[in-house]
């Protein structure tokens, strides 16, 4: 949609019927289409993505920095178009309470009053609704270089004129302890559904953009060790020492059960043996005699 505040209006409302103020939004005229390097970003940025919710490992997700050094917002474009600028892109940070609450983007101005707030969208045609967005980021609490989003890089587009798009986002506090990074941030997990409004239909509701968060009660602490080097060579010293124990057992045992089955069946060593003397003539032998013999 243009970029107009009269057209176009975000802000937060929390559980507590509270208006939080969006003075640290800012509202910039531009166009919805990417430029080739920004849509290059784009499709990184999903394989990224992508590759990260295959991981089930916190600790996976959270240190690796695949984009560091790399932008975490959409680079500027690299041409001139000569389009006219069709959207609206919004940027900027907002402080809200610690509590439930629900930013969103719909039409018009939003207009406090003593039961909430109302969006004034009646000088605004039905027709020129749009609410196709792409997130390039969104985060809660203190950034940090290398963390990815689930929202990072998500991109909806509308199919209806009146359509409303839906994400539920549960917040959890994340504190990072690592040699690197000490910070208080928090991760989000998010759920998404949209629909088109049609009250004909009986799909009741207002067109636009909502974010409806909760903060969890529980705290995620997130902690890097390194073992030291005198541990590792102590467990190294218990590791060697363990081999030769067992090779040493498994060649006792070994040797054991050889000499039970040669003595059972008279094999190697324990095979007898037949003895023989001479009686003083050439090629004359005579057994000898035990002591059991008869004389």
């Not at 970003?41 to 916190?58: C, D, F």
């Not at 991109?155 to 986002?169: L, R, T, W």
Request: charged fraction near 15%.
């Amino acid at each position: 949609m243009c970029c107009m505040n009269s057209i176009v209006g975000a802000d937060v409302l929390d559980l507590a019927e509270t208006m939080v103020a969006s003075d640290g939004l800012q509202y910039e005229p531009v166009i919805f289409e990417l430029s080739p390097q920004q849509r290059l970003w784009h499709r990184t940025l999903l394989l990224i993505q992508n590759h990260l919710r295959e991981e089930h490992s916190l600790q996976d997700v959270l240190f690796r920095n695949i984009m560091k050094g790399a932008p975490t917002a959409l680079p500027p474009r690299e041409d001139d178009p000569t389009q006219p600028l069709n959207a609206c892109r919004i940027h900027g940070h907002l402080y809200v309470n610690k509590v439930a609450g629900n930013f969103h983007i719909t039409v018009g101005k939003a207009i406090p009053h003593p039961r909430g707030h109302a969006h004034l969208a009646a000088l605004v045609s039905h027709e020129t609704y749009n609410f196709s967005h792409r997130i390039d980021h969104l985060s809660f609490g203190e950034e940090i270089p290398g963390i990815l989003n689930p929202l990072d890089g998500t991109e909806k587009v509308s199919a209806d004129h009146n359509q409303m798009f839906q994400y539920f986002i549960t917040i959890v506090p994340t504190k990072l302890q690592t040699y690197k990074v000490s910070a208080d941030t928090h991760q989000y997990s998010v759920t998404e559904r949209e629909r088109v409004i049609n009250h004909a239909a009986g799909s009741h509701g207002v067109s636009g953009i909502f974010m409806k968060y909760d903060i969890s009660s529980l705290m995620v602490k997130v902690t890097e060790q390194h073992m030291p080097f005198w541990q590792f060579l102590v467990r190294l010293c218990g590791i060697i020492g363990g081999i030769f124990s067992t090779t040493g057992m498994l060649h006792g045992l070994v040797g054991f059960c050889v000499d039970v089955v040669c003595c059972r069946f008279k094999l190697g060593v324990y095979k007898p043996k037949s003895m023989s003397v001479f009686d003083g003539h050439v090629n004359s032998l005579t057994p000898l005699l035990s002591e059991n013999a008869e004389h």
